[in-house]
Structures are given as structure tokens and as C-alpha cells.
């Protein structure tokens, strides 16, 4: 009886050893799939206001020069901070890439949806190898994050909510939720919301008050502030970054000269934006 007794409980332990050798290698296999991670001093997360260059005059590097810190660009032109309401392909290749998909994905840490977004549209050439370094960022070791995403947001007429929605399909619930993901991840993170820079029309108007179906851009400016104050997180306003006049060899140059298209920023304008962000972090 004592043998038999004996060789059970050999046999129960022989078991556990085997499925902790099994879980182990398991667990080793895994770990290989996924890349090494780092955290950064600084990760910007925004749309083409912040994506239109990705060289030395882009406007990370510029911040990155300023402030002598090291900046991470994950902009990526085209997107939006919420999921918008379609069921085709291309809506969903977006969704995944929205600051929404991607700050739950973090929070996963499974970025297998962004990871299949291959895109083939002008100026999207970077976004592979951004969807890589995304996943190689540690976020829980990073000291700031600025969001820049709204432009696009407004451009497709998505509603923009209140200050307490949390439906990823109003912008308002989507930043909510962005704010709530990126705090679960690490507690101690700075997030500071940057606001659209002005637009103008293809007349020459400006588009502050025109209503694309979702709320007029200010509208959109005015809760993404609401937001952040509701959440305690940071709000810089880019709204006067084009009222300093400059004479360029480019000739003079003041609000819509600042752009390329009464949208995206070009060299000076960029330079504008990092220096205003620049300075709001050495003021804080």
C-alpha cells in the first residue's frame, strides 16, 4: 500500500515538473515573437499636422533639437482619434490605425490589427515601419505623450460628442477612453493634448466655424479642451502659432502662408509648432 501511495506522488510531481518545463518553453517561445521594448522620453501620437515631414524638419526632430530630448514620431497622416461607422475595408484599415485602436492595443499589448494595415495610398510610405517601432515602445517606462489628433476627425463628420461620452464613435468618447487606456498602462505618464493649428478653405476662408457634419472645428477645438480639463491632463493651444509675421526668402509670411494648403504645415510652420510645444514644456 505504502509503495503504491509512494508512486502516486512520485508521479503527480513528475506531472508538475513536466507542465512547468511545458508552460516555460511556452512562455519562451512567446517572448521570441515579440520585440525587445523601450521606453522614450517623449512619443508624439497625431495626425499629418504632425506627420507632413518625417526628415530632419519634421516636428519631432525639431522638439527633439529644442528640448534635447528624445522624441518619438508615431504620426500617421490620414487618421483620426475615434473609429468612424463603416464596414469596408478601407474604414477598417483606418479604424485600426485611430489613436482609439491604438492606445487599446498598447494597453493589450497586441498589435496584430495594425500590423496587417499594408497601405497603398500617396504618402503613407512610413507607416510600416512606424507600426514596427510602435511595437517596440514601452510605454510604461515613458515620460510623455503628446496627442495631436482632431483634423481628420472633423473632416469626416464625426460627431463630436460631449465631455462625458466614452463611445470610440464620437471624438470626445474616443479621447476619454485614449486618456483612460493610456493611464491604466502607467499611472504616472504626462499626456498633453495639442489642438489643431488653423485651416483654410481653397477661397482663402478660414474654417474655424464651417460645420462638416460633426460640429463646426471649433466646436471640435473647444470640447477636445473640455476634455482634457475634465481629465487633468494638459491642453496646449496652436491657434495663434501662425500670427508671428516672418520674412523668409520665401517673402513674407503670415497665417495661410504658413501652409502649404491651408492645412499642412510647411518647413516655418513646423518649426512654430515644435517651438511652441518647446516652450511650454520648459515652462512646466
Given at each position: 500500500m505504502k509503495k503504491i501511495k509512494a508512486e502516486k506522488i512520485i508521479t503527480a510531481l513528475l506531472s508538475l515538473v513536466f507542465a512547468g518545463v511545458l508552460l516555460g518553453i511556452s512562455l519562451l517561445l512567446l517572448s521570441r515573437g515579440k520585440p525587445a521594448k523601450t521606453g522614450r522620453d517623449?512619443?508624439?501620437?497625431?495626425?499629418?499636422?504632425m506627420a507632413y515631414s518625417q526628415d530632419d524638419s519634421s516636428v519631432?526632430?525639431?522638439?527633439s533639437a529644442e528640448t534635447g530630448r528624445d522624441v518619438l514620431d508615431l504620426s500617421f497622416g490620414g487618421t483620426l482619434m475615434s473609429c468612424i461607422y463603416e464596414e469596408?475595408?478601407?474604414?477598417?484599415?483606418r479604424n485600426?490605425?485611430?489613436m482609439f485602436m491604438i492606445a487599446k492595443a498598447f494597453l493589450m499589448d497586441d498589435f496584430s490589427q495594425q500590423a496587417l494595415y499594408h497601405p497603398t495610398e500617396p504618402a503613407t510610405e512610413y507607416f510600416g515601419s512606424r507600426i514596427a517601432e510602435m511595437q517596440t515602445l514601452d510605454l510604461k517606462n515613458t515620460d510623455t505623450v503628446i496627442i495631436g489628433q482632431c483634423i481628420n476627425d472633423y473632416h469626416c463628420g464625426i460627431q463630436v460628442g460631449d465631455a462625458n461620452s466614452a463611445s470610440e464613435y464620437t471624438y470626445c468618447g474616443a479621447l476619454n477612453m485614449v486618456i483612460m487606456y493610456l493611464r491604466q498602462i502607467n499611472p504616472d505618464i504626462r499626456i498633453i493634448i495639442v489642438s489643431p493649428t488653423p485651416k483654410w478653405t481653397d477661397s482663402g476662408n478660414e474654417?474655424?466655424?464651417?460645420?462638416l457634419g460633426g460640429g463646426s472645428l471649433g466646436d471640435f477645438m473647444r470640447m477636445q479642451k473640455e476634455v482634457a480639463e475634465k481629465n487633468g491632463v494638459e491642453y496646449i493651444s496652436l491657434l495663434d502659432v501662425y500670427d508671428t509675421p516672418l520674412d523668409t526668402s520665401e517673402g513674407h509670411?503670415?497665417?495661410m502662408s504658413y501652409t502649404v494648403d491651408g492645412t499642412h504645415p510647411n518647413l516655418f510652420a513646423r518649426k512654430a509648432i515644435a517651438d511652441k510645444i518647446a516652450d511650454y514644456l520648459k515652462e512646466t
Open positions: 517623449i512619443v508624439i501620437f497625431g495626425d499629418s499636422i519631432a526632430n525639431f522638439l469596408s475595408s478601407p474604414a477598417m484599415q485600426a490605425l485611430s474654417a474655424i466655424n464651417m460645420n509670411m503670415q497665417g
